[in-house]
């Protein structure tokens, strides 16, 4: 029942091709990693591009960019009457509050936290008594008159609407928006709290497209072809200024559009009337009213939290429009950018399929003696608590001229994964129980004699892990560094030991 976007020619909507073509090229500059653009002006697409192995119909972790589907969530529940904005959490929890609420506490209402004015001043670690563990925490500061980046309260607006409707935010969402706007509720994974809640603060996994759909609602003021969805008054306060957010400075005095205000799970950004929901590292889908214009962007800024240059360059897009009215086609430059956003890819893997240790421990089984080896995924679940599946216990290559296989025993199950070794990566399904994440990109190289490399990309996610095996002897020294993702230095797990069985 998707009904796809027009897709038209940039200058069609006035927007010069190289104007887009001098965007791609500051987004593959080096300071990020881009993994997917759209671009949509007056209702239709006039530029989207992928850099391989990420894809149009690829889900993308959000991180905090999922608060703006939690509080779409909520924004409905309100359109459907089942909230207000001013119901206290006492009342929608009166079994998981305090005996003895603070005065504080029993002000706290749904705006409250839409808007980051919870009042507190930290937030509590996951566990299966979360919100109680929440709504124990100290409210320092009067409820709305203070910011603090709350993502255990942006799940809150996830747990409220679980408590007013007894469905879960997907079974909710789905009737409501994803298929009435054109998201494939099939194509759409969580990360769960241990009580199953879905995590709002910055667990949900969608596409570059879907982002765009859903900041679309919001630019058409709640409708979608002529239908309401969200309440007008509604759309109109989360995407305005509802919370001074200057304190945003202290911490992170280098994202300068943290500091112009916050709506509902919605920053408000420098150029005048733009807005735009935001996830770490770079997930963003901006407004930009005045020119009819919606950017959807994933990537990976490694480092910065806020992904501020990113930001900056696509307001040097923005200002590189002359106007509203279309322009003068201009079919070379026009063919050019099509055919450079068709082969988009990031860089090519290395090449060093060849060792004289290769054929040596091609076929050994080694036994892990200490240490942890496994694919890492804590650094996109430790929102929801989940530890990750235990080591791998033996493993083994099989090396072959293009490719190798790598088989492990891990949790008492025999697995394998297949590793690119021809300047190629593969793809591997690698669902463990508790994750909202299956896709694995695998590639090696011989990156010393004795050192067979392996990176490994959760390509649903922002990061990259490079796992160097060392082989001496009947011994290999496993060590692995985080190469793709983060927010500061390279995280680096402790070496795992391994020995010939």
Not at 53 to 70: E, F, I, N, V, W
Not at 98 to 121: H, I, Q, W
Not at 461 to 468: G, I, R
Not at 475 to 500: K, L, T, W
């Amino acid at each position: 029942m998707r009904k796809e976007f027009e897709r038209v020619t940039p200058e069609s909507v006035g927007i010069p091709s190289w104007a887009v073509e001098r965007l791609l090229d500051k987004l593959e500059s080096g300071f990020t990693e881009p993994h997917g653009l759209m671009i949509m002006r007056h209702g239709k697409v006039c530029a989207e591009g992928w850099w391989t192995p990420y894809a149009p119909g690829l889900r993308h972790g959000l991180q905090s960019l999922s608060k703006t589907y939690s509080a779409t969530a909520v924004g409905i529940a309100y359109t459907e009457g089942l909230l207000k904005l001013e119901d206290r959490l006492i009342d929608i929890f009166p079994e998981e509050s305090p005996a003895d609420p603070s005065e504080n506490l029993k002000n706290l209402t749904v705006r409250d936290v839409l808007c980051m004015g919870c009042g507190m001043e930290e937030m509590p670690a996951p566990s299966k008594e979360w919100i109680r563990d929440f709504l124990a925490t100290p409210v320092v500061h009067k409820p709305g008159s203070t910011y603090m980046y709350n993502s255990v309260g942006s799940t809150m607006l996830c747990a409220i609407v679980r408590k007013l409707t007894g469905m879960s935010v997907h079974d909710y969402l789905t009737p409501r928006l994803y298929e009435k706007i054109g998201i494939d509720p099939e194509n759409v994974s969580y990360m769960h709290m241990p009580d199953g809640t879905e995590v709002g603060g910055g667990g949900f996994y969608t596409t570059t497209e879907d982002n765009l759909r859903l900041m679309k609602l919001y630019a058409d003021g709640g409708m979608w072809d002529g239908q309401r969805i969200l309440a007008a008054d509604y759309v109109e306060k989360a995407t305005s200024l509802q919370n001074e957010s200057a304190t945003e400075a202290k911490g992170n005095p280098e994202a300068k559009d943290n500091f112009v205000g916050y709506g509902f799970q919605i920053w408000m950004c420098r150029p005048k009337g733009v807005y735009r929901a935001d996830g770490a590292m770079g997930q963003f889908s901006i407004v930009a009213p005045d020119q009819d214009m919606i950017i959807s962007i994933n990537e990976t800024a490694t480092g910065a939290h806020w992904a501020q240059h990113s930001l900056d360059v696509i307001w040097e897009f923005l200002d590189e429009i002359p106007g509203d009215q279309a322009l003068p086609e201009d079919p070379e430059t026009c063919q050019r950018l099509h055919r450079r956003m068709e082969s988009l890819a990031l860089p090519a893997p290395r090449f060093a399929p060849h060792s004289p240790m290769r054929e040596a421990v091609s076929g050994r089984r080694y036994r892990v003696e200490s240490g942890k080896l496994t694919w890492n995924q804590n650094s996109v679940n430790w929102m929801s608590g989940w530890a990750g599946p235990g080591g791998f216990t033996e493993f083994s290559f099989q090396f072959m001229s293009d490719s190798c296989t790598l088989s492990y025993t891990q949790d008492g199950g025999e697995k394998s994964v297949e590793i690119g070794a021809d300047g190629l990566r593969r793809m591997n399904r690698v669902q463990e129980p508790g994750s909202p994440i299956s896709k694995l990109c695998l590639h090696g190289w011989w990156s010393k004699p004795d050192t067979f490399t392996v990176a490994a990309r959760w390509v649903e996610t922002c990061f990259e892990d490079l796992f160097h095996f060392t082989f001496t002897g009947d011994e290999v020294r496993v060590s692995q560094e985080a190469s793709i993702g983060g927010f500061g230095p390279g995280r680096q797990e402790e070496p795992v030991a391994a020995r010939r069985v």
